[in-house]
């Protein structure tokens, strides 16, 4: 069964996207904390795909900036992510490739770049 985000969840992650770019340096701490909070749950990489490759009613700067948040996830955590948070992803940037943007394109070729590159990572790690 194909993951799909909660509702409310959802929301809370648009919106914390929002405030991200808000110019208030006090915003951007706050951001800044729940970003780290939020990555302590392998989930929240499903969701930040779900808002780059499917919410194409979102403007593109949000949506790009959620792949740009998980670009920096997959180089940081992604020998963490359990393998049904990876394959989602992989699946998605797949799938959405050929966006009509020619911004998500490159968000997505930037994020495919980075899962390619720890997956190469993980495999000499896991030898």
Same mark, same amino acid.
């Given at each position: 069964?194909?993951?799909?985000?909660?509702?409310?969840?959802?929301?809370?992650?648009?919106?914390?996207?929002?405030?991200?770019?808000?110019? /208030?340096?006090?915003?951007?701490? *706050?951001?800044?904390? %729940?970003? +780290?909070? #939020? =990555?302590?749950?392998? &989930?929240?990489?499903?969701?930040?795909?779900?808002?780059?490759?499917?919410?194409?009613?979102?403007?593109?700067?949000?949506?790009?900036?959620?792949?740009?948040?998980?670009?920096?996830?997959?180089?940081?955590?992604?020998? /963490?992510?359990?393998?049904?948070? *990876?394959?989602?992803? %992989?699946? +998605?940037? #797949? =799938?959405?490739?050929? &966006?009509?943007?020619?911004?998500?394109?490159?968000?997505?070729?930037?994020?495919?770049?980075?899962?390619?590159?720890?997956?190469?990572?993980?495999?000499?790690?896991?030898?």
């Amino acid at each position: 069964m194909e993951w799909q985000p909660d509702e409310q969840g959802l929301q809370q992650v648009l919106q914390l996207l929002k405030d991200s770019q808000s110019p /208030n340096t006090v915003t951007q701490r *706050a951001v800044q904390q %729940k970003l +780290e909070q #939020l =990555n302590q749950f392998p &989930d929240f990489n499903n969701y930040l795909i779900f808002v780059l490759t499917r919410l194409k009613t979102e403007d593109e700067p949000t949506r790009s900036l959620s792949g740009l948040i998980l670009k920096n996830n997959v180089k940081a955590h992604y020998q /963490n992510f359990p393998p049904t948070v *990876a394959d989602f992803i %992989k699946q +998605e940037c #797949l =799938n959405n490739i050929g &966006d009509p943007s020619p911004l998500i394109r490159a968000t997505i070729g930037e994020l495919v770049f980075c899962c390619c590159s720890a997956s190469y990572e993980r495999s000499l790690l896991s030898n």
